[in-house]
């Protein structure tokens, strides 16, 4: 008897054991994926993948599908953010389909949003709404308002690119209502920045200068890395489209210079940002006609290979213009 008591406190004893195990490997699975989301902040991608992927086989081998769902959006914005986006396509897939099969509803809110983010930049843009429409409703069914600005910024970026610029306007302005409302300026900058782009495009320039001055007020206050010259960029296509080139300018290079004195190297930098950066300033150099500037710098930030087909799209038509414009016809 007394045999049989010792064992069935040994077997006690070693579930106890075995439950802590299981508890602390979740808890450095939740640890990783802090570090890796920091990493992130940073815009040190490889860095936080890294750490992205060894949380996900942490919760893989725990079978933790609230956990893997959270990693593999993680894993594909990284993935995005690194201009690598059949990759982040595929783990955005993933995550929205495991987390539909196991009824994990914000998880798989995330992984659409990144879905409809990738196909924008492929040019599916059936595709791309049809992910944003779907987050936007388990958004509202669970009563999230702050996720449901960022998806209506996405879906305002659609319908821009589409050129149907009352709806993107629709959508963007809703979205920056919700953000004003829960005072969440990361986002509101965001969609004021967005907001800017569009009255860009549709020549209310006032307009499109108010939407990044405060953004990038909003910015410098939260020391955002990438908003900061995002919005100089903004301001800085405002007057390229005015045709003020020197001021043009002179927005594109603080843009470029403050990115330099805000990340001091710590950023991995995609060829999405090098592309933003720098198109600006080329475009201007261009209108000037001063194209050996701009192919200096269509050779030295902007390479050519991407997965992305408006880059490729943009980069060849681009040196075309500015070798033809050099007289060498046929290099263009």
Same mark, same amino acid.
């Given at each position: ?36 989301? +920091? ?10 993948? /890294? *750490?992205? /992927? ?6 893989? +081998? ?22 690598? $986006?059949?990759? !982040? ?11 539909? =099969?196991? /009824? ?6 995330? /992984? ?13 843009? =059936? ?73 860009? &495009? ?6 499109? $200068? ?37 001021? !043009? ?41 001063? *194209? ?20 490729? &799209? ?8 500015? $070798? ?5 016809? +046929?290099?263009?």
């Amino acid at each position: 008897m007394k045999k049989l008591v010792l064992a069935f406190l040994i077997a006690l004893l070693g579930i106890g054991f075995l439950g802590t195990g299981f508890a602390q490997s979740e808890e450095e699975a939740v640890r990783l994926g802090k570090k890796g989301s +920091e990493a992130f902040g940073k815009g040190r991608y490889e860095e936080a993948l /890294n *750490y992205y /992927n060894t949380a996900l086989k942490i919760n893989s +081998e725990l079978k933790r599908p609230e956990g893997i769902v959270l990693n593999l959006s993680q894993i594909g914005w990284a993935y995005h953010h690194l201009d690598r $986006l059949n990759e !982040a396509l595929k783990y955005f897939r993933e995550g929205s389909k495991i987390g539909r =099969d196991n /009824n994990l509803p914000q998880g798989t809110a995330e /992984n659409l949003r990144g879905i409809g983010q990738v196909c924008r930049q492929f040019g599916r843009y =059936d595709e791309a709404l049809r992910c944003y429409e779907e987050a936007l409703k388990i958004d509202r069914e669970l009563k999230m308002p702050g996720r449901s600005a960022r998806t209506l910024s996405g879906m305002g970026g659609v319908y821009s690119d589409l050129g149907r610029y009352d709806e993107a306007l629709k959508y963007l302005e809703e979205g920056l209502k919700i953000a004003r409302g829960l005072k969440r300026p990361s986002i509101t900058g965001l969609l004021l920045g967005r907001i800017g782009g569009v009255y860009t &495009t549709v020549g209310r320039y006032d307009e499109a $200068l108010r939407c990044y001055e405060e953004a990038l007020k909003i910015n410098r206050r939260l020391k955002n890395v990438s908003g900061i010259p995002s919005n100089l960029n903004g301001i800085g296509l405002v007057y390229l489209a005015r045709k003020d080139y020197g001021k !043009a300018e002179e927005f594109f290079k603080e843009g470029q210079k403050e990115h330099q004195n805000i990340l001091k190297g710590t950023i991995s930098l995609s060829l999405r940002s090098k592309f933003s950066r720098s198109r600006g300033l080329i475009e201007t150099y261009v209108a000037r006609g001063e *194209y050996k500037e701009a192919l200096k710098m269509l050779n030295e930030r902007i390479p050519p290979s991407s997965s992305n087909p408006l880059f490729r &799209t943009w980069y060849h038509g681009c040196k075309g213009f500015v $070798l033809k414009g050099l007289g060498r016809l +046929e290099d263009a």
